[in-house]
């Protein structure tokens, strides 16, 4: 058995997330068709865990396993992208040790919220439209209150099937680029499912002087998913790095 991991990014526009569903389009079954055809395998792809519908992924990884040795693994990337619709890419394809797993070898993960503060035309479908006027400084002063807590179920989608809603954030800020996009950034060794959405909802009220910085940490503290703030729409976020034990890491394109 030989194990390849897979690094590819997606924009999550028409896709159901990426895992597999009933009836619904989803980045891991095309990935799995393409690998499948191209291997002449049954090929089940990995990933690294799991965007919802709309999420896009600059950076992904998944793996999958081989009866047969790849002699250049590269040129089955290169076949793949042809294959596949152009909202998928791979950018690298190739052998690691079986005990390598893409979910459970990650270290951590970090995720990217774009918010346009006026009508977007040609990044619309990647950037989530708010005009109200934002108290920033209050906003990253709350981000940087999930640095204090572990347990963050008051952003948890309800009833998942993890076992633990503990997260270690490492890192969460807003920054504004030149054209004046706000963007949030936060990295954490794993997510709750509509974690990072909720997280930026709630981070958005204390920014329109809804939410004090003490209310934003009763929110987190009652663990409780209803007195935190709104979801925010997916199409403004983005799994932009996931890092690895450093033998890993250097083989991925950066």
């Known amino acids: ?9 997606y924009s999550g526009t028409r ?3 990426w895992q597999i569903q009933p009836n619904a389009l989803t980045v891991q079954e095309e990935v799995n068709k393409a ?5 002449g395998e049954t090929v089940n792809v ?19 396993d081989l009866e047969t040795q790849l002699d250049e693994p590269e040129k089955l990337g290169f076949k793949m992208n042809a294959f596949l619709a152009p909202d998928i890419r791979i950018d690298q394809l190739f052998e690691v ?28 479908e990647f950037t989530a439209y708010f005009p109200h006027q934002l108290d920033v400084n209050k906003m990253n002063e709350a ?4 640095m204090d807590y572990s347990d963050f179920t008051s952003f948890s989608k309800l009833h998942t099937d993890v076992k633990t809603n503990n997260c270690k954030v490492s890192e969460a800020f807003f920054t504004i680029t030149d054209e004046g996009v706000l963007v949030f950034k936060i990295v954490a060794d794993r997510f709750l499912r509509n974690m990072v ?46 890092c690895y034990p450093d033998s890993i890491n250097s083989k991925f394109l950066r």
């Open 1 to 9: 058995m030989f194990r390849y991991f897979i690094q590819l990014a």
């Open 15 to 17: 896709f159901h997330g």
């Open 35 to 39: 690998a499948t055809v191209l291997t």
């Open 46 to 64: 990995v990933g690294a865990g799991r965007t919802d519908t709309g999420v896009h992924a600059s950076f992904f990884v998944a793996h999958f």
């Open 97 to 124: 040790d079986l005990e390598m797993h893409a979910r459970f070898s990650a270290l951590s993960r970090t995720y990217h919220y774009y918010i346009s503060r006026r009508k977007e035309l040609f990044r619309h």
């Open 143 to 146: 981000a940087n209150v999930l």
């Open 197 to 242: 959405r909720a997280v930026v909802g709630t981070l958005l009220e204390v920014g329109k002087g809804k939410l004090t910085i003490e209310g934003f940490r009763k929110v987190i503290e009652e663990k409780n998913r209803s007195i935190a703030g709104a979801s925010v729409m997916a199409k403004g976020l983005f799994l932009s790095n996931i």
